[in-house]
Structure formats: structure tokens, C-alpha cells
């Protein structure tokens, strides 16, 4: 039997207290799936250290592009720009340094082609890009004739070109690695017979 209530107090129905399930923010679900999809991008774009802002959205759209041919020649073409600005600001070795980036995804790109057209693009620009650089370590590693060269740049700049003249290549690509193959090769020989035709 129910004691009677007391005089001057209300009897309150007993009520459910909330639990935690009922007190969830409806918005934390959608903001923890935002927040995990942004930290993969972030990852994403820290590995792929992109040089510019352009090249932000080209490590975009090579994570999740499913033509991977694309995106990567886009990048090796932006990273051939950044090297091209670096040798006309003076810095050697950033330039060096960005084209050697540039052959890296040309010839990822190269990995990636679905045709003969695509195949070619990126070999022309990697093989560009590659007689860019030995272009570049040729004229840091000569020297004026009363100091020596630097035989160890120049010998690596002439392995480059060899292994452009490797591979098919267009008429003109090939032509300028015969020739610049040629300059290194002179500079390489000793003292006067770097004029003396062989």
C-alpha cells in the first residue's frame, strides 16, 4: 500500500534520465567522417610535396583519378616549369633537383599509358627533361681553362644522354642528344684535345 503523500509536497512520476545514446549530437558522426577523409587527403598531399599551388590539385587528382596518365604528366610538366624558373633565378641545384623530379613522374606517366600517342608524350617529355638536366650539370661542371672540370658532373651528364639516345625517340629529341652527347664527350677529353676533332 502506497504511503499517503506528505502535505505540501508533489509526487513526481517516476521519469527515464536521458542516456548516452539519447544525448549524442546528431552532427558528430558526419564531422568525424569529414575529419578522417580530410587527414588522408592531408597525408596524401604531404607525401606527394607538391612545389606549387597548382600542383595541390594535380596530387589530388592523382590519388583518386582513375586515369593515372594524366594527372602524372600534368605534374611532370609543372615540376619541368619549377626547374626552368630555379636555372633562371640562378639556384643550379633546385633545378637540378626539380628535373630530376620531372623525369621521375614522366616516367611514371610513361608506366601509365593506355595508347601508342601516350606512350610517346611521355617519353619525348622525359627524354626533354632529362637532356634538359645534362644540359645544366654540362655547363655547372665546366669549368674556365685555368681550373679543372668537374669530370665526375660531366661524366654523369653524359650517361644521361645515353640512356636518352636508348630509347625511340623523335627526330629532333635525337639529334640534340647526338649533339649535346658530342659536347660533353669533347669536354671530357684532356686539356687541348678537347679541340682536336676525333
Do not use: K
Not at 669530370?151 to 649535346?180: C, G, I, K, M, Y
Amino acid at each position: 500500500m502506497d504511503a499517503p503523500a506528505l502535505p505540501g509536497t508533489t509526487q513526481l512520476a517516476a521519469t527515464r534520465s536521458p542516456g548516452p545514446r539519447d544525448r549524442r549530437d546528431p552532427w558528430v558522426a558526419g564531422g568525424l567522417v569529414v575529419l578522417g577523409v580530410m587527414t588522408v587527403l592531408a597525408i596524401l598531399l604531404y607525401r606527394a610535396s607538391p612545389q606549387t599551388a597548382g600542383e595541390v590539385g594535380s596530387a589530388a587528382l592523382v590519388a583518386v583519378a582513375p586515369d593515372a596518365f594524366t594527372p602524372r604528366i600534368s605534374r611532370a610538366r609543372e615540376r619541368v616549369s619549377a626547374a626552368q624558373r630555379a636555372r633562371a633565378a640562378g639556384d643550379t641545384a633546385g633545378a637540378l633537383a626539380r628535373y630530376a623530379e620531372a623525369e621521375e613522374e614522366a616516367l611514371t606517366a610513361r608506366q601509365h599509358t593506355t595508347d601508342t600517342t601516350q606512350t610517346r608524350t611521355a617519353t619525348e617529355l622525359w627524354a626533354s627533361t632529362v637532356l634538359d638536366r645534362a644540359e645544366l650539370m654540362l655547363a655547372s661542371g665546366a669549368r674556365p681553362w685555368y681550373q679543372a672540370d668537374n669530370n665526375q658532373v660531366l661524366a654523369e651528364a653524359l650517361a644521361s644522354v645515353r640512356r636518352v639516345q636508348a630509347v625511340p625517340l623523335a627526330a629532333p629529341t635525337r639529334a640534340r642528344a647526338e649533339s649535346l652527347a658530342g659536347r660533353i664527350d669533347r669536354r671530357m677529353r684532356a686539356g687541348p684535345l678537347e679541340w682536336i676533332p676525333r
